[in-house]
């Protein structure tokens, strides 16, 4: 009968374990991919607002605060009859000047002399939680709303579907009406417990994607 040396044993444990850290990858990096797909699916489905602070002066701040509120407001108006993402980015590139004029106007009135721009622009975001929901890292189509030299801390949120002005319990109803899928709904709110560990490997797959291709 053939004895088997400790030498054996110990070098058949590293090759399971090995087998299973292997398989522990093969699978982390599958749910990222399927994640990524998610994602870019999502992206596709709703736009950000983002609004950069002349600078992090309080005062700045405070009117970073102010323009949010003003565009928020005659965003939410516009995208009312917006029945999806499409015909909510042309509702939004059709009214730019008039949302620029809104920030200007409000910059004005609180006693500055700031320049603005509104853009609509594809932007890179980091995972963001809000209360009743989170979005992955990404890239978005977002309003940006850029005051004086956008030097200063960034808000941002959803503008469609009107994520940032429904109540945190009306969030999956909102969603799934601007088109959103059952599954999308479940990766942004917290009825999908593992969508931290998911978002993490959206992250990490970007990353490790980014690497491989030398960038």
């Not at 087998?19 to 870019?40: E, H, K, M």
Request: charged share 25%; glycine share 6%; proline share 3%.
């Amino acid at each position: 009968m053939k004895t088997v040396s400790n030498g054996e044993r110990n070098s058949r444990r590293l090759r399971i374990w090995e087998l299973a850290l292997l398989i522990g990858l093969a699978v982390f990096l599958l749910t990222g991919a399927l994640s990524l797909r998610s994602q870019d699916q999502l992206a596709d489905k709703v736009v950000r607002l983002h609004v950069l602070a002349n600078s992090d002066s309080e005062e700045d701040q405070a009117l970073k605060l102010k323009v949010r509120d003003r565009v928020l407001e005659r965003a939410t108006e516009l995208l009312e009859q917006a029945a999806d993402r499409k015909e909510a980015e042309a509702l939004l590139r059709g009214q730019l000047l008039e949302l620029e004029e809104i920030a200007a106007e409000e910059i004005a009135a609180n006693g500055y002399d700031y320049p603005v721009s509104v853009e609509l622009e594809p932007t890179q975001f980091p995972t963001k939680e809000y209360d009743g929901f989170a979005l992955p890292a990404g890239e978005y189509l977002a309003l940006r709303v850029i005051i004086g030299e956008g030097a200063g801390q960034n808000w941002w949120c959803v503008v469609f579907p009107p994520l940032c002005t429904a109540a945190s319990s009306d969030v999956p109803e909102t969603a799934l009406a601007a088109g959103l899928s059952g599954e999308e709904v479940s990766l942004i709110t917290e009825a999908d417990a593992g969508y931290k560990l998911k978002f993490k490997s959206v992250e990490l797959w970007e990353s490790l994607m980014a690497k491989l291709s030398g960038e």
